[in-house]
């Protein structure tokens, strides 16, 4: 595929940090970060502005773009895939890595002393400016923030933003309703003395009122902010969508007399004025909750004396702890998923060895089998269908241009997901459709210790996740081996795939403790640049569990595999195995052909049956 061509936006861009029409003062240098004003991981269409001025669109990324240079700065995740994206103009920045610099010390190194150095307030979380602003003065330089987004005034053709009709989420999916969501907020922010709260995270606030939309592809989240007091509620969302009944009826809009639970519905275009207005009536104690995770524009429109910040917002730590009907049907959700990939895996184990099955019709058929369940709504991401080569690009999504055949010849990598209606799924396998290399199967094999160190571990309430991801790595690192990914992200009940604040990952140290009921990915991998890439993902249920002893009466977790997908038995090299994992591996596959088998029986799906019935026998060490 052709990296996009960027020498004429890039002279554009440079000639705009100049004119005093869009910036207070000429700036020389101008930072895009990767997100949207609700510091969103997965972004609408119509804020790819990082991928539009350079050709790299990763979920992951920072770019800077000076009048000499432009460089971007992204996780190992994505190293072989904006290498291939970006054009000449651009210089990657391979974060993780030693010898790359900070963006900070970067700009310290190639601007002059005394530069003023760019960004849209509303798209930098605060505490990233902070910290950027700090590091910047202490080179002789000032972060300045231009309130019109420069990217947008190059970017001509720019899409509008979505508004697409909202979905009620009744009580069987949601577990609580709006007005106990509220009630339980409240008693929070009283404890915090906080008269009210700010929401600006779009799955903060669809969690929060029980609604759900289409708005960002393949994230079941709305374009809205809400601002809640002590007694008043106001959500802030734009368009006809607000019209459709079941909403006005879900959210009392028509409904009299009006109480602490009536709903105030703002045009979204509103929400600064509205609450700078509310700031304007504060008495001297009142404070106005808000996340350092929200942006640095949303943060100055409140006067600093009647701020309240914490790392979290409320609603995020709550969110990530599963209440008992969103842990059903998140088992629910994936029990058909399951169901749908040992259909898949029994077609592809079918169809390969004939040479007519590509990455994009596998994805294809992979959806087409979802669809076929019950509650499905969309997939949870784009679907990463790599083979052979294309694995080892770790985020990588088949198109057109690198689409390939799936062989008898090399290692498949299949990563996908799922939204129902009572769930978000995403599941990995690496699968083989012929005899797998004698280093193929030793480097899964690595994978799949890693992953079931992870996924049996026993450790104390309070951990965080990060303590954990050494355990996957260990018996890569033992080998010389390693992966440039986290090894486990926090996942949204029919929300967005990718949840904080809790994970598995090196790569943070802000992360929250583990609790009983979070719901987290197990997805350790080795890639092999030009080879293969290997993967094995599940998703896993933070649970207690009885020890021995009780240290300080701390009380001990574990994980519970939620994903029921048998993990090939032909991939593994047996003998590299303890009697331990080889116990796990087997007890794993017992409750993938019970459970998923008595399902697929019911479906009546009987050759995705058979399939599962081959891959789940019990193995052993001869």
């Known amino acids: 595929m052709a990296p996009k061509l960027t020498s004429d936006l890039l002279r554009q861009l440079r000639q705009v940090m100049k004119n005093t029409k869009y910036v207070p003062e000429p700036i020389q240098a101008y930072i895009v970060p990767s997100g949207d004003a609700h510091q969103s991981e997965s972004i609408a269409e119509c804020d790819c502005r990082r991928a539009f001025i350079s050709g790299f669109d990763g979920s992951a990324g920072t770019a800077i773009i000076t009048e000499q240079h432009a460089a971007m700065w992204t996780d190992g995740r994505y190293f072989l895939a904006a290498a291939q994206q970006m054009d000449e103009n651009w210089t990657l920045m391979k974060m993780g890595l030693k010898d790359t610099p900070t963006q900070q010390d970067w700009l310290i190194k190639v601007l002059p002393e005394g530069s003023k150095i760019g960004v849209d307030p509303y798209i930098i979380p605060a505490d990233e400016w902070k910290r950027m602003s700090k590091a910047l003065r202490s080179g002789g330089h000032s972060l300045i923030a231009v309130k019109q987004n420069l990217i947008d005034v190059v970017w001509t053709d720019r899409p509008a933003r979505t508004s697409n009709s909202l979905m009620v989420l009744g009580l069987k999916y949601a577990g609580m309703t709006l007005q106990e969501k509220i009630t339980s907020l409240r008693g929070k922010m009283s404890e915090k003395h906080a008269s009210w709260l700010v929401v600006s995270a779009l799955d903060e606030v669809a969690w929060l009122f029980n609604l759900r939309g289409s708005d960002v592809e393949h994230n079941p989240v709305f374009f809205a902010y809400a601002i809640i007091g002590i007694n008043s509620i106001r959500l802030f969302v734009s368009g006809d969508r607000v019209l459709d009944p079941a909403v006005r009826e879900h959210l009392g809009l028509d409904s009299s007399p009006t109480s602490d639970f009536t709903v105030q519905l703002l045009p979204y275009e509103s929400f600064e004025t509205e609450l700078e207005t509310i700031c304007s009536s504060l008495n001297p104690k009142e404070k106005?909750?808000?996340?350092?995770?929200?942006?640095?524009?949303?943060?100055?429109?409140?006067?600093?004396?009647?701020?309240?910040?914490?790392?979290?917002?409320?609603?995020?730590?709550?969110?990530?702890?599963?209440?008992?009907?969103?842990?059903?049907?998140?088992?629910?959700?994936?029990?058909?998923?399951?169901?749908?990939?040992?259909?898949?895996?029994?077609?592809?184990?079918?169809?390969?060895?004939?040479?007519?099955?590509?990455?994009?019709?596998?994805?294809?058929?992979?959806?087409?089998?979802?669809?076929?369940?019950?509650?499905?709504?969309?997939?949870?991401?784009?679907?990463?269908?790599?083979?052979?080569?294309?694995?080892?690009?770790?985020?990588?999504?088949?198109?057109?241009?690198t689409n390939r055949a799936l062989t008898v010849n090399e290692v498949y990598l299949i990563d996908s997901g799922a939204q129902f209606k009572d769930g978000t799924t995403d599941v990995t396998r690496t699968m083989h459709f012929g005899t797998p290399s004698e280093y193929e199967k030793e480097c899964f094999t690595y994978v799949l210790k890693g992953h079931i160190a992870v996924s049996s571990a026993v450790f104390p309430n309070g951990t965080k996740g990060h303590l954990l991801d050494s355990f996957a790595r260990s018996a890569l690192w033992n080998r010389g081996l390693d992966y440039l990914h986290g090894t486990g992200h926090g996942v949204g009940s029919f929300l967005n795939v990718h949840e904080g604040p809790c994970g598995i990952s090196y790569k943070t140290f802000a992360d929250e403790p583990l609790e009983s009921n979070m719901v987290v990915t197990d997805e350790p991998g080795y890639y092999e640049d030009g080879a293969f890439g290997i993967r094995i993902e599940n998703v896993v249920i933070v649970v207690p569990t009885k020890t021995k002893y009780n240290f300080k009466n701390r009380g001990s977790l574990t994980f519970e595999p939620i994903t029921l997908v048998p993990i090939q038995t032909k991939m593994i090299n047996l003998d590299m195995l303890t009697q331990q994992?080889?116990?796990?591996?087997?007890?794993?596959?017992?409750k993938c052909r019970d459970v998923i088998g008595a399902e697929l029986e019911h479906q009546g799906r009987q050759e995705a049956l058979q399939w599962l019935l081959r891959e789940t026998q019990t193995v052993t060490v001869s």
Request: net charge negative.
């Open 288 to 401: 106005v909750w808000l996340s350092d995770n929200d942006s640095y524009g949303l943060t100055e429109l409140i006067p600093e004396v009647h701020r309240y910040s914490t790392p979290y917002s409320p609603i995020c730590l709550t969110k990530a702890v599963k209440n008992s009907t969103e842990l059903e049907g998140m088992k629910r959700a994936h029990i058909k998923d399951a169901v749908a990939l040992c259909e898949l895996f029994a077609w592809l184990e079918k169809e390969v060895p004939k040479g007519i099955v590509t990455e994009i019709s596998a994805a294809d058929k992979a959806l087409e089998f979802r669809r076929q369940q019950e509650d499905f709504v969309d997939l949870s991401f784009s679907t990463i269908s790599s083979s052979g080569p294309n694995g080892a690009i770790i985020h990588y999504c088949p198109s057109v241009e």
């Open 581 to 590: 994992e080889l116990d796990w591996l087997n007890n794993y596959h017992k």
